[in-house]
């Protein structure tokens, strides 16, 4: 009990005013001087007076962009930086429905598909679809080239005078793609090499099975790389669409066609371009 009464004079003392708290110091010191013989700092000292102010923080709160769906007809100016305007062309039934099932079936049958061997970081993998090339210059991509193929099959020939007609551009050359299933995909990147020239133009027409195909702006060199508060658009390219990508699309935008973790039916991609000789960029 006198313990207890002990208890409550001191912790009275330390609740009190600084004077109180003063002499209450004086009694603990000596108390743990007594104890281990050296000077110690006081355990407890009566709390200054704070206050918690809330500050705004600093840094500005990055929000991650909502990705932006494209599946209406249309001309969409997507970006425009120093060097110019990066434009999409989406043209949904491009092809008749009907007229598009029995190209889907003749392409799929009747196009000399083979699987491509792509170099990544000095190993070899095999991508993941299956494509041809035609035109009259070889194409080089992922440090695998494709042999020159004059012998365009006539659909394809018909297909691309029918783009030319109605986008007005020329194109000589067309790599076809041939995604079997869902897993069959394009990891990210741009047509940009070399040999499309300055401002590629690349008209994809598409057979078969809807795919995503999914764009995300190259981030500034501040960000060091890092796509996560890049802009994203994503465009469900369906049986007979054509998209066209134009101006700086391929300098400012990545694109790819991601695997789908569903059953998917096969889908073909054909993408016109125009070839020149490396040497006129070199
Ligand atoms: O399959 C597609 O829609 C896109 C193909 C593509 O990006 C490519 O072959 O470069």
Known sequence: MADKRQRARVQGAWAGSSNTAGSSFQVNRRSSENVAGAHR???EQAAPDRRFVYQNPTEVQRKIPEERIIDKEGFYEISSSSTGVSRLHLKPAFVDLKEADWMFEQLHMEIPWQQKSNIREDRSYQEPRLTAWYGDLPYTYSRSAMKA???WHPLLTMLKDHIEEVTGYTFNSLLCNLY???KDSIDWHSD????LGRKPVIASLSFGETRNFEMRKKPPPEEKGDYTYAERIRIPLNHGCLLVMEGETQKDWQHRVPKEYHDRNPRINLTFR??????RWN
């Open 41 to 43: 700092p006081p355990k």
């Open 149 to 151: 193929n004059p012998h």
């Open 180 to 182: 079997r299933n869902g």
């Open 192 to 195: 940009d090499e070399p040999s």
């Open 274 to 279: 125009t070839i020149y000789p490396e040497t």
